[in-house]
T-cell receptor, first 112, second 113 residues
């Protein structure tokens, strides 16, 4: 059984650009949640996808968008990047909404 | 609005000692309280979790104590080891919010040999 994987591991972008981050959920998991973790802070919930539908969203602007595919993998897209978007982006998967979330290693994004 | 407050921010403990990290929450709808351990460059890993129908849960050297009336919960690490040196996050979620996790700000633990 493979765990949650994320790609890429690191990414450097400039302000105003767009970025796409990818997450493969753990085998058998149909729910994916995305979190943003700024340096020295706890993760902040961005949104959750359950069986390809958005199922809850945190306090993030619309330029943060996502997608979940039929195989339950997921993408996080961020448009018009700002310097404050620099953070570790974490993906977590679970087997249904009310179950334990297991985190991937994250993608570290640096916006210059 | 910070819904889960965590303390201390950092903690230094001697090998073999007890590490104690505390969290307090505001939202009475929270019904699931996990603790995550995070090493540098890694994602958070679930350590232990509790639901409010019990006041204590123990797994190996790790114990969660839960006080529903005070809206507080804590992590105790017994016989702390240098390998326990990491950042620890408490979190909380509720079924009514789709089980999104609300995290504390983290505690950086250093266990000295």
């Amino acid at each position: 059984e493979t765990g949650v994987t994320q790609s890429p591991t690191h990414l450097i972008k400039t302000r105003g650009q767009q970025v796409t981050l990818r997450c493969s959920s753990q085998s058998g998991h149909n729910t994916v949640s995305w979190y943003q973790q700024a340096l020295g802070q706890g993760p902040q919930f961005i949104f959750q996808y359950y069986r390809e539908e958005e199922n809850g969203r945190g306090n993030f602007p619309p330029r943060f968008s996502g997608l979940q595919f039929p195989n339950y993998s997921s993408e996080l897209n961020v448009n018009a990047l700002e310097l404050d978007d620099s953070a570790l982006y974490l993906c977590a998967s679970s087997n249904n909404i009310k179950e334990t979330q297991y985190f991937g290693p994250g993608t570290r994004l640096l916006v210059l | 609005q910070q819904q889960v407050k965590q303390s201390p921010q950092s903690l230094i403990v001697q090998k073999g000692g007890i590490s104690i990290i505390n969290c307090a929450y505001e939202n009475t709808a929270f019904d699931y309280f996990p603790w995550y351990q995070q090493f540098p460059g890694k994602g958070p890993a679930l350590l232990i979790a509790i639901r409010p129908d019990v006041s204590e849960k123990k797994e190996g050297r790790f114990t969660i104590s839960f006080n529903k009336s005070a809206k507080q919960f804590s992590l105790h690490i017994m016989d702390s080891q240098p390998g326990d040196s990491a950042t620890y996050f408490c979190a909380a979620s509720s079924a009514s919010s789709g089980d999104k996790l609300t995290f504390g700000t983290g505690t950086r633990l250093a266990v000295r040999p």
